[in-house]
Every structure is written in structure tokens, then in C-alpha cells.
């Protein structure tokens, strides 16, 4: 059961991964050290053949590089932060709730 746990932790790294490049971020220019396309990679596998997952493989990115992972992104958050600058994030504002919103809001809150 821990086994299925941590593999469905690492899935949604992944897709993050994937999105990001999908959406114009390049995130080799921003951290070459990271293996980016491995990270993918274990994502689709995870996805598609978790039954054939190496649990050696899994447990070594759970324990030497997930920190490491951790420290780049939020690295590149921040950069991209200050780039984009405050003007930019404010002009990001969502939209007034509707009703069906906070419906769905409500209903999200109760399966959180």
C-alpha cells in the first residue's frame, strides 16, 4: 500500500512537468541540471505501466532527488515571480464567483 502511495505522489510532479513544457516554460534553459524529460518519462510510466515501476528506481528518486527537485522549482517560481513582476499578477484576478462556482467550491471543500 506505501508502494502505490508514493507512485501516486509522483505522477502529478510529472504532469507539472509536462504542463509547464506544454505552456512554453523552458525548463532546461531554466535548470539544466535537472533531468526534465526523465521526470516526464517516469510520469507516463508511472501512469501507463505502474506495474512494471523498478521499486529501486522509485526509492532512489523518493530519497536523492526529490529535495533537490524541490529547491529548483521553488528557485524558478521565484525568478519568474519577480520577473512577471506584481502589475502582472494583479491583472491575473479571477473573476467574481457565480453561483454555480460557489457551488462547486462547497462541494470541492467537502472531498478536501
Not at 69 to 79: A, C, M, Y
Not at 99 to 107: E, L, P, Y
Amino acid at each position: 500500500m506505501a508502494r502505490e502511495a508514493v507512485l501516486a505522489r509522483l505522477v502529478p510532479i510529472g504532469q507539472a512537468v509536462k504542463d509547464a513544457q506544454d505552456e512554453g516554460l523552458d525548463l532546461a534553459a531554466l535548470a539544466p541540471a535537472i533531468a526534465w524529460r526523465s521526470i516526464a518519462g517516469m510520469r507516463d510510466r508511472l501512469v501507463h505501466k505502474y506495474w512494471d515501476a523498478d521499486p529501486a528506481i522509485v526509492w532512489g528518486v523518493v530519497a536523492n532527488e526529490l529535495e533537490k527537485l524541490q529547491r529548483v522549482v521553488k528557485s524558478i517560481l521565484h525568478k519568474e515571480r519577480r520577473r512577471s513582476g506584481a502589475r502582472a499578477i494583479a491583472s491575473r484576478q479571477a473573476p467574481a464567483p457565480t453561483d454555480a462556482s460557489r457551488q462547486g467550491n462547497a462541494c470541492s471543500a467537502r472531498w478536501s
